[in-house]
T-cell receptor, first 112, second 110 residues
Framework: DTGVSQDPRHKITKRGQNVTFRCDPISEHNRLYWYRQTLGQGPEFLTYFQNEAQLEKSRLLSDRFSAERPKGSFSTLEIQRTEQGDSAMYLC??????????FGPGTRLTVT | EDQVTQSPEALRLQEGESSSLNCSYTVSGLRGLFWYRQDPGKGPEFLFTLYSAGEEKEKERLKATLTKKESFLHITAPKPEDSATYLCAVQATTGNQFYFGTGTSLTVIP
């Protein structure tokens, strides 16, 4: 399977802990996006990479969130000092230039 | 501000009862409009891309159309396995973000 993969699929953490998620995009795709989705809502843009460069971040993105894409391959999203409001599905998507995005299965985060 | 509105929020159909889902958009310049299907607990699955008014795309029982202000996803003779949330997204020529609507939750009853 050469689709987008995400790890872990589920994460339960206590408030105040740090968590890190990983995304492996489709290999030939140069763009990688992170989204957050809560129940009943569409995916909300968090940040975007072209190759290894982080080119855009949502104005709503807290300083507790950071993302990296070393060497332009896989990406990680870290949330520091998690809060209950961070509970959501975190989705990763990749694309070739401006074309359609292909999504991974998501990481479900629950902050207790 | 770029914006996407989908209607209805939820739709229940009998198996075989055709209908349409609407996606209205406001964008400074449209690079592309995208339809996705999302099953519960899973990531969105790509269905169609439309680039210009008048364009149509078809796949099995689904047909997507585009005007300058909205897009429709027509579902012909739906089956229970078509039950899912259908998401619409737009990408503007002025940026790289995809703006998603809140989706239409479709339930097809046998």
């Amino acid at each position: 399977d050469t689709g987008v993969s995400q790890d872990p699929r589920h994460k339960i953490t206590k408030r105040g802990q740090n968590v890190t998620f990983r995304c492996d995009p489709i290999s030939e795709h140069n763009r990688l996006y992170w989204y957050r989705q809560t129940l009943g809502q569409g995916p909300e843009f968090l940040t975007y990479f072209q190759n290894e460069a982080q080119l855009e971040k949502s104005r709503l993105l807290s300083d507790r969130f950071s993302a990296e894409r070393p060497k332009g391959s896989f990406s990680t999203l870290e949330i520091q000092r998690t809060e209950q409001g961070d509970s959501a599905m975190y989705l990763c998507a990749s694309s070739l230039q401006y074309y359609e995005q292909y999504f991974g299965p998501g990481t479900r985060l629950t902050v207790t | 501000e770029d914006q996407v509105t989908q209607s209805p929020e939820a739709l229940r159909l009998q198996e075989g009862e055709s209908s349409s889902l609407n996606c209205s958009y406001t964008v400074s310049g449209l690079r592309g409009l995208f339809w996705y299907r999302q099953d519960p607990g899973k990531g969105p699955e790509f269905l169609f891309t439309l680039y210009s008014a008048g364009e149509e795309k078809e796949k099995e029982r689904l047909k997507a159309t585009l005007t300058k202000k909205e897009s429709f996803l027509h579902i012909t003779a739906p089956k229970p396995e078509d039950s899912a949330t259908y998401l619409c997204a737009v990408q503007a020529t002025t940026g790289n973000q995809f703006y998603f609507g809140t989706g239409t939750s479709l339930t097809v009853i046998p």
